[in-house]
């Protein structure tokens, strides 16, 4: 695709309900980031994803949340038992290798916790 | 740990006005620095992306700066436009890992 696309765009969810976040990464770009930010934050690193490397999951908050990426390409970024504060909106990027080369955000994922 | 600092927090001008915005990092051992815009409820766009080699990058009316040495830099929007309001975020990344962005800088051009 043109860019990178995250799905859904809204995400409303009861607390304590599991959920999904997918990223969609601009194609052949081999990293991949996920960040969160809360409302009036700044932007929290969550897990990378590099190539075929082992993940870098140092900024996950719990063991609730758990990512995965298929096939080089897509992930999936899950929470479970989700809890009030977890609420804000979930940022995926996607870049080409590891050198020097823009970084490209998706729209976002708006999750509120009910 | 590398830690990223922007000034101002906030900042209001009249339509075409120069003005620059700062970014500030500790650890000068960065691999690449580059610059985004965040429209309210929305994702990030790119602007520029500067690499340590580099001193400056140039699109349009912006124009970034880089001063690895001293941690800095800086932004400058030339001519002013009320379409320019947003939050402007700075990004460094060090090699192989992720990025570490700053607080960013809510500007608001008055028509």
Known sequence: GAGVSQSPSNKVTEKGKDVELRCDPISGHTALYWYRQSLGQGLEFLIYFQGNSAPDKSGLPSDRFSAERTGGSVSTLTIQRTQQEDSAVYLCASRFGIANTEAF???GTRLTVV | KQEVTQIPAALSVPE???????????????????????????????????????????SGRLN????????????????????????????????????????????SVLP
Not at chain 2, 25 to 32: G, L, V
Not at chain 2, 72 to 86: E, V
């Open chain 1, 105 to 107: 955000f998706g729209q």
């Open chain 2, 16 to 58: 075409g006005e120069n003005l620059v915005l700062n970014c500030s990092f500790t650890d000068s051992a960065i691999y690449n620095l580059q610059w985004f815009r965040q429209d309210p409820g929305k994702g990030l766009t790119s602007l520029l992306l500067i690499q340590s080699s580099q001193r400056e990058q140039t």
């Open chain 2, 64 to 107: 970034a700066s880089l001063d690895k040495s001293s941690g800095r830099s800086t932004l400058y929007i030339a001519a002013s436009q009320p379409g320019d309001s947003a939050t402007y975020l700075c990004a460094v990344y060090n090699y192989g890992q992720n990025f570490v962005f700053g607080p960013g800088t809510r500007l």
